[in-house]
Each structure stands twice: as C-alpha cells, then as structure tokens.
C-alpha cells in the first residue's frame, strides 16, 4: 500500500542526518514536528546519506546509521504509509539537478556561507568541493520535488535562502518551474532541549554523558540525568531559574504529569527544592518515555526484510515526483534532445 499523496496538500521536505544516533533533541526539535505535519502535508523526509560523505564516514558505520536512523524515526511515530521515506542516493534524479543548479552557483557566495567557514576552521586537511558546495546539494533536495515548506533549524536558514535564490534564478533565466521554499515550523511548538551539563544545546557528539540518546537504556537514562547539573537551590523566593535548572523542568513538562511538574515549581519558588528527589522523578518518566520508542526502534532494525521495503517504496515514490521535475527542467533549459 503506498501513501496517499493527495495533489491539494502543500509540499514538505526535510532531510534527516545519517551520522550519530537520535537524542532528545531530536525528537522534540524535529521528529515530533514531522509527525504532525504528517496529518497535513505531503511529506518527503529523506535519509541523507550524500550529506554524510563531506566527512569520509567508514561505508559500514554509514550502513548502519542509515537503517537506525530510519528505525528510529519509525519507532518515534513517523508512518510510512503517510510520509515518503527514503535514502538520498536512491533518487539519482537530485544528483542530476544538484549538477544543473551548480551551474547557477557561484564561488563567492559559497564561500561566504557560515558553515563552510565554521567546518574549514574546524578541518583544514579535509575542504572538499561536497562541502563548498553543500547548499547546493541541500537545494536539489528540495526542489526536486518542488518543495514549498522546509522545516529547518537557525543553522540551516542561509542554506534556505540560498535554495529560494537558485529558484528565483532558474525560474529568471529558463521559465518558471519552483517555488521559493520558506522555512516551516509550528511557533507554538517549539523545544529547545540544552546538555544535561548547562553546556549549549544537546547534541549527538558533543557530550555523550549529558545527551538523553533514544537508545539510551534505562540505566543510562538514570546516571546520566543523576549527574546533571544542578547547584545549592535558590536562596530568596520565586528567585529566576539558571539556565540549567530551566532545562530540567523544561525536560520535566516534556515527560511528566503536570501535577509532578507543579509539586517541583512550588518547591522551587518556596525554595524547598531538593533536586535529588527531582532527578529521580525525572529519571523514571523519562525512562518510561524513551524505552517504548528504544525497543520499538530495536525491534524494527532486526525486520531487515521491512526496513528494505520501506526504502524501495519511499524511493520508488520519490523517483516519481523527482523524475517529473527533472524532465520539466531539461526542456525548459533545451537539452531534450528526443
């Protein structure tokens, strides 16, 4: 049974990252948004293994990731029968215009790109043409199916409005063919989850110690959310919340009853807070959050024979939206030849 893809929904497209294993971030920040949009888009989420080869990942540690990414954004709520799940490098059709479009793209501007500046500080030995030209390819993702909504994060903004000026530029020059993309989230429904260390946003390198892994077992779950930071507690009442205490009520309403989550405010603002008592509330609500999607993900990744079928279907599908953009873009810039 393929999706049903009805014509008058609007076009959502976003990739998922191949590297690293899926944390609460993730979840909260992207996955949980998917879900939703699944119910009122036509959503292309797709495995981005291309993205990946910018860093030279070992072809088996690739392999994997790409099947427990997919397992886990299964097991977490995305349905294949109402989304178009798939591997980047099984629509060779994004190759093809990520070639057109370079043609449109400039050094310069490349050049210039935040993040490309940020990975040559960080890898000097390792300035790939990929990398230059990552928004490239990021747009050719996009467009390809003539995307109109993209959830993306702060990072990704300038990649987007590099896809909305290689849309102006294609439609300029040869004929009106894509849509400018905008960026696509639910305002009233965004989460920011920090480290457990107070240290910037979770993330799935960083600090594995203070990341809450949607594999994590409930052991892991427990020492590591023990061993986030906390300090002495306020001193005077309804005092402001350091930043990392913040996150661990913000972790807390995310999970647990709203009755719990009051009984610890109280006992914040009267400054009767013992946090012990807290991160051992947290601990086991956050266990009996994670470990349903951890055994679903697990169990899902030994269905080889499933997970192979969801990605032909997702490509087979993906193929065909791409396949018609492709065939519109080569006759409007003439090299159809037959």
């Known amino acids: ?74 097991a977490s709520g995305l349905d294949p029968e109402k989304v178009i799940l798939y591997a980047q490098s099984d629509v060779p059709e994004i190759a093809e215009l990520y070639l057109l ?10 050049e210039k790109v935040p993040t490309f500046k940020d990975k040559v500080r960080q890898n000097p030995d390792n300035v790939n043409a990929g990398l230059l030209t990552y928004p490239v390819l990021m747009s050719a993702d996009i467009l390809i199916h003539r995307g109109l909504k993209v959830p993306v994060g702060k990072d990704q903004e300038q990649h987007l409005e590099m896809s909305r000026n290689f849309a102006q530029r294609f439609n300029n020059r040869y004929g009106y063919l894509f849509p400018e993309p905008v960026a696509f989230n639910y305002g009233d429904d965004l989460v920011r989850i920090m480290s457990l260390d ?54 807390m309403r995310l999970v647990s009853a709203p009755e719990t989550v009051q009984t610890f405010e109280d006992a914040f603002n009267n400054c009767g807070i013992r946090y012990g008592d807290m991160k051992k509330q947290l601990a086991e609500d956050m266990v009996a959050f994670i470990a349903p999607i951890r055994e679903k993900a697990e169990s899902i990744r030994q269905d080889q024979a499933y997970l192979n079928r969801i990605m032909r279907q997702g490509a087979e599908k993906a193929r065909e939206s791409a396949t018609r953009t492709l065939q519109e873009a080569r006759k409007l810039m003439g090299i159809n030849y037959y």
Not at 101 to 110: F, I, Q, S, V
């Open 1 to 74: 049974m393929r999706p049903d893809m009805g014509k008058e929904k609007e076009i959502v497209v976003s990739g998922i990252r191949s590297t690293g294993i899926l944390h609460l971030g993730n979840y909260f920040g992207a996955i949980r948004n998917y879900i939703r949009m699944q119910e009122e888009f036509n959503c292309y989420f797709f495995v981005a293994d291309w993205h990946s080869l910018t860093t030279h990942p070992d072809p088996k540690d690739l392999r994997g990731n790409v099947f427990r990414v997919l397992a886990e954004n299964i």
């Open 198 to 251: 107070g240290n910037g946003k979770m993330s799935k390198s960083e600090n594995e110690n203070a990341t809450l892994y949607l594999s994590d077992t409930d052991d892991a779950i427990r020492n590591k959310i023990k061993k986030a930071k906390t300090d002495a507690g306020p001193q005077e009442p309804n005092s402001l919340m350091p930043d990392y205490i913040a996150n661990l009520f913000t972790l």
């Open 101 to 110: 479009l370079n043609m449109m793209a400039y050094k310069g501007e490349l």
